[in-house]
């Protein structure tokens, strides 16, 4: 009997090493088990990474060879400008200053001091433009092939998320230049926010009251000032592009879980 409990534990045991080593072979395959080629560490790495997140499927139908001319990849674009907006978004950071004393003078300085300056804003802000364009046209064609349909459905309302927080990211870039239309622009926008339903203090079903509403909560006080400047820079530089971030690899999963990309079979 004593025997039969070691022998139990011990195969426990080894089940429970040999599950460590799968993973550890599947991440470090050809690296640590296979055959050493120069050069292919951070391939064989990215392969096995792939295959622990199970990014893409196995098997491939034949139609979905066809599958760039059925979805446009405007998904696929989208995750572009949105690495291409994070990159050149990083490159502002650098000289941008959320004080409402020198936000407009930085970003004058893009323009007639800072070496490639003009060039990386500008493509910060048409790569935006583009990002909500195509966003939007992703969610036409998911609705026009029906790709919103069952096993879909919880993707598409992740899509709707995501969508959301791309145009808060828009409407809270908008702020950070701190000139005229920024600063009325954002004025109307947020007093919208205070007859939004539920969320707003002066809207339909209103949970919340005046001064704890949304509106008041972005704004930060009674007028757009250096609390609101702040307020939008962290949401419009962490905040955001951490939560797009974490949904978009949640809506790749789901893809992957689904079968992948829905298409012409
Ligand atoms: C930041 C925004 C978004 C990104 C980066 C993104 C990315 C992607 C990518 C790369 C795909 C693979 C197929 C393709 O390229 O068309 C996809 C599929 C999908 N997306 Fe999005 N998406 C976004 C927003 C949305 C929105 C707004 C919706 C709808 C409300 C949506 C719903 C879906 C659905 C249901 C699929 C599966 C489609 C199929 O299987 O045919 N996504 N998404």
Known sequence: MEEKKKKDGEGKNIKELAKGTQVWKAIFGDLLFGEFKPF??????????????????YNMSVGGKRIIMYTFC???????????????GAFLMIYYNPDVNK??????????????????RNMHRWTAHLMV??????????FLTGAYKPPRELNWIVGVILLVLTMLSSFTGYL???????????????????NAPLLGAKGPFALLESGKDVNSILVG???????????????????LPLGITGLMGFHFWRIRRAGGVSGPL
């Open 40 to 57: 292919s560490p951070i391939n064989s790495l990215m392969r096995g990474i792939a295959k622990i997140m199970q990014l893409h499927p």
């Open 74 to 88: 405007l998904g696929g674009l989208s995750v572009f400008f949105f690495a291409l907006l994070s990159c050149t």
């Open 103 to 120: 936000a407009y003078a930085n970003v004058e300085d893009f323009r007639y001091i800072v070496p490639f300056g003009i060039l990386i």
């Open 133 to 142: 364009m195509f966003v939007s046209l992703h969610m036409l064609r998911v």
């Open 176 to 194: 950070l230049p701190w000139d005229q239309l920024a600063y009325w622009g954002v004025t109307i926008g947020c007093s919208m926010g205070e």
């Open 221 to 239: 006080g009674a007028a757009v000032g250096q609390p609101t400047l702040l307020r939008f820079y962290l949401l419009h530089a962490i905040a």
